[in-house]
Structure formats: C-alpha cells, structure tokens
C-alpha cells in the first residue's frame, strides 16, 4: 500500500467507531500519525491500541466537538504531541429520531451542535496549524440527507431522521464551499462526502424490524434505492476520504462528493 501520508498528521474526530475507526485506520497504514479525537475515552483508547499493534502510530485524545473549550484544548494537544496538522477529517456527528414539528429543543440543539457547530470548531481550531504547516487537507462528513428531499410516505414506510439532522448536514455542505474558497490562497483543499446507506455500528444499532417482510427497513431501503445493491461499508468511506485527503487529489477543493450506491442518481 503506499504510504501517501508518510510524515503527517491526520486528526480523525469520531475517531473510536463506524467510519471514522476505518478512516484513522485507513491514515496510519498509509504512514500517517493518526490522532483519533471521540468523547467515548474507552472506546478510543483501544482503537489506538489496535492501531498501534498492527505497526501504526495512533494516539487518541479526549474530545467533545460540541464544546468549543474540549476542541480547542484536544487541538493543543494533538499539536504539542506531533508539532503540527496537515489532514483534518471532521467526522464526528450525532442523530436523532423525530416527526417535524415535534422535535424537541434539546435535540435540536444536540444536533446541531455535534454535526454543524462541531465542525466548525474544530476547523477553526486547526485552521491556523493548516496554515502553518504549509497547507493541508480537511474532509468533512455530510449525507446524503443534504440532498434528498423528504416526503410523508418515507416517513410512514420508514421513519426519518429530525429536522435538525437535515439542517446540520446541509450547513456542513455550504461551509464546505466557504472553507474551500478561504482556504485557496493558503494551499488548503476543503471537500466533503455525503455517504448514503453505511452499514456502521450506528445504523445496524438504529434499525429496526419491517413488520410486513421481517427485514430491517436499513436494507429494505438500500434494496429499493440504491443502483449498487448491498450496503456500503466504513472502508468504502474511509477510502474516497483518504483520497480526497492525498495528493492524489490535488485538484480538487469544494466538492460535495456522493458515495451512496447511485441513490442521488435517481433521485
């Protein structure tokens, strides 16, 4: 495998599960110093670990991306233990289950907090090292509900995500195109994924039984939309995120990019 990030350092927020475990997997066997940043310390630690005894370098600081003073201070330390950043992904993300106009305030705020305000302090907190460091490159986690519209039959036949996971994703897509444009004079690319049906821990722990067929309504929906049949997994994502992250893509900077079995192509 070659090693397109020997000599960097790549923060992964979420780091300790799903996709953002594949991602930092994913930079430390191509020669990254992967920093796994989640909340869940535990969790995180042993993803390190794993890392580590597979022969690649990993640490793992504690981290709540919704706390500006949490960000600021897992950045500090990341930097003080590798001297400097050159990949960010912001992957960190939280969802909720709720009919509008029923969604309560609290889970607006969480959401919102976790996907859209997180990635925002983070980048914020990491910018100036990007800089710094001579230029770099930042992924962002979006979905596929950034894009698709919603309608009352998926609601009946599968339930749905908030409003306030809808409004976040989308958010995270336009300061995409903002960061990318700020971050052209300094050598840094922005771009973003929007994954469509991941068969991570989350989702297979989310769905639940179709009483008519006996599936899970996650593959009864995969089934019904996708072009590419099957699930997409965490290493599906963690591969188009390391390559957007390389000097492979070079070239590219403010792209929104599907990965989501052709759902969006026939939306």
Request: net charge negative; with cysteine.
């Amino acid at each position: 495998m070659a090693n397109r990030f020997e000599g960097k350092v790549a923060i992964v927020t979420g780091g300790n599960s799903g996709i953002g475990e594949a991602t930092g997997r994913q930079f430390a066997a191509e020669g990254a110093k992967t920093v796994l940043m989640a909340r869940r310390e535990e969790q995180g630690r042993a993803v390190a670990e794993s890392i580590r005894a597979s022969g690649g370098e990993a640490t793992f600081i504690r981290c709540d991306v919704s706390d500006c003073d949490s960000v600021e201070a897992a950045i500090a330390a990341a930097v003080e233990t590798h001297g400097r950043i050159d990949v960010l992904f912001n992957n960190a993300g939280a969802g909720a289950r709720g009919n509008f106009p029923d969604e309560s305030n609290e889970d607006w705020d969480r959401v919102i907090g976790v996907n859209l305000t997180g990635t925002f302090y983070v980048s914020r907190a990491a910018w100036p090292h990007l800089v710094a460091a001579g230029g770099g490159a930042v992924v962002q986690m979006s979905s596929l509900a950034a894009q698709r519209g919603f309608s009352s039959r998926m609601q009946d036949e599968y339930g749905t995500a908030a409003s306030s996971y809808y409004a976040a994703k989308a958010g995270i897509d336009a300061l995409t195109r903002y960061m990318a444009g700020v971050g052209g004079r300094h050598n840094i690319r922005v771009n973003c994924v929007r994954p469509g049906q991941i068969l991570t821990p989350m989702a297979a722990g989310g769905t639940i039984n179709d009483p008519d067929g006996g599936h899970h309504v996650f593959e009864k929906m995969f089934d019904f939309h996708q072009i590419v049949q099957g699930p997409g997994y965490p290493q599906d994502v963690a591969n188009l995120v390391a390559f957007l992250a390389s000097d492979d893509a070079r070239f590219i900077s403010g792209e929104i990019v599907n990965i989501d079995g052709g759902v969006a192509a026939k939306i």
